[in-house]
């Protein structure tokens, strides 16, 4: 078997690893009624605040079509709603409502429990190694980053 090089390594590894957090996430949602992409969405709302459309489809690497799909099926449930500029009618921005908050707040106490779940199996020494590499790899991206720039 031939050997792949370190960074596509490493790379392969973070795919599986987004993957399978994204898919065990998910898993804990089911009964929540809504989708991966919802949720997703939900999320992207709560950490960033009100965004357009387009900064939405970019952010998750969706087409503003199936953005704009999702957003209407989150409006009809009042989680989020959308919000026409005085200036520029044109501008909408996407905004959670109250509900779309409390429904944040809940989804991170879950989160926080399956986290809790999955590390609870791992020794205090193992942990300090995760968050060791996962400091240097964050690192090793910030750097890089300053020179993209």
Partial sequence: ??????????????REINLKLNNNISNNFKNSGFTTPQILLIKLLSIEGPLNV?????????????????????????????????EDKRIVSVALTNKGEDITKTMRGTINKYFDTIFSICKEEDMEKIINGLDILKSVLDENCKEDK
């Fill in 1 to 14: 078997m031939e050997k792949k090089p370190q960074g596509i390594k490493i790379a392969s590894l973070i």
């Fill in 54 to 86: 387009s900064e939405i489809s970019e952010k998750m690497f969706l087409t503003k079509g199936t953005v704009s799909g999702i957003i209407d099926r989150l409006e009809n449930q009042e989680v989020v709603k959308r919000n026409r500029s005085n």
